[in-house]
């Protein structure tokens, strides 16, 4: 069973897995990260390679049970991209409200696919590992990424964003994420 790490524990990344629901700590707002540290940096790459080991292209520090504001994500359409983007106490701003409706997936929910309407474009501010300031606006799939981890650090899930329907045509999946 994996660990829930709280705010004073110390973290042994290589002991970190990828949460499932209904996981408490997936419904937990994250904490800012005061200090990037080695323990921070030593959690960053285990987090992208669970998620490269998933093939995933995003997962949020509250998805392997730690309340921190921090999310990793990789383009898996570009080859010559190493490892991925660590992104740390992001903020987002909206920058084009049309609202697009597009299918997700979650590493957090296997086997359920929700349609989500989120804006088109969003800003990003957040600080890389290196402690450096990060400003990227984007209108493209990975705004939508950005979208999707920053709710995780929020406490909310793609569940949280489904109509009728979909709550019928995941109702199987969902009640056996919460027998496991």
Same mark, same amino acid.
């Given at each position: 069973?994996?660990v829930?790490?709280?705010?004073?524990?110390?973290?042994?990344?290589?002991? &970190?897995?990828?949460? =499932?629901?209904?996981?408490?700590?997936l419904?937990?707002?994250?904490? !800012?990260?005061?200090?990037?540290?080695?323990?921070?940096?030593?959690?960053?790459?285990?987090?992208?390679?669970?998620?490269? !080991?998933?093939?995933?292209? *995003? &997962?949020?520090?509250?998805?392997?049970?730690?309340?921190?504001? &921090?999310?990793?994500?990789?383009? #898996?359409?570009?080859?010559h991209?190493?490892?991925?983007?660590?992104?740390?106490? #992001?903020?987002?701003?909206?920058?084009?409200p049309?609202?697009v409706?597009?299918?997700? *997936? =979650?590493?957090?929910?296997?086997?359920?696919?929700?349609t989500?309407?989120? #804006?088109?474009a969003?800003?990003?501010?957040?600080?890389n590992?290196?402690?450096?300031?990060?400003?990227?606006?984007?209108?493209?799939?990975?705004?939508?990424?950005?979208?999707? !981890?920053?709710?995780?650090?929020? *406490?909310? &899930?793609?569940?949280?964003?489904?109509?009728?329907? !979909?709550?019928?045509?995941?109702?199987?999946?969902?009640?056996?994420?919460?027998?496991?």
């Amino acid at each position: 069973m994996p660990v829930t790490y709280h705010a004073h524990m110390a973290v042994n990344p290589a002991s &970190l897995l990828i949460e =499932c629901y209904p996981a408490p700590i997936l419904r937990t707002r994250a904490d !800012e990260i005061s200090q990037i540290t080695d323990e921070v940096r030593a959690v960053a790459d285990r987090m992208l390679w669970l998620m490269s !080991e998933a093939e995933g292209i *995003g &997962l949020a520090a509250p998805q392997v049970g730690l309340p921190w504001r &921090l999310f990793v994500t990789r383009d #898996p359409d570009d080859r010559h991209a190493e490892g991925g983007q660590v992104i740390i106490n #992001p903020s987002l701003e909206i920058i084009d409200p049309t609202p697009v409706d597009e299918s997700e *997936g =979650c590493l957090s929910l296997p086997e359920v696919d929700v349609t989500v309407r989120r #804006p088109t474009a969003v800003r990003l501010r957040a600080t890389n590992l290196d402690g450096d300031p990060i400003v990227d606006e984007r209108d493209d799939h990975f705004a939508r990424v950005y979208q999707h !981890e920053y709710d995780h650090l929020e *406490g909310v &899930l793609i569940i949280d964003r489904m109509n009728t329907m !979909e709550r019928l045509r995941n109702r199987k999946a969902l009640r056996q994420l919460k027998r496991a």
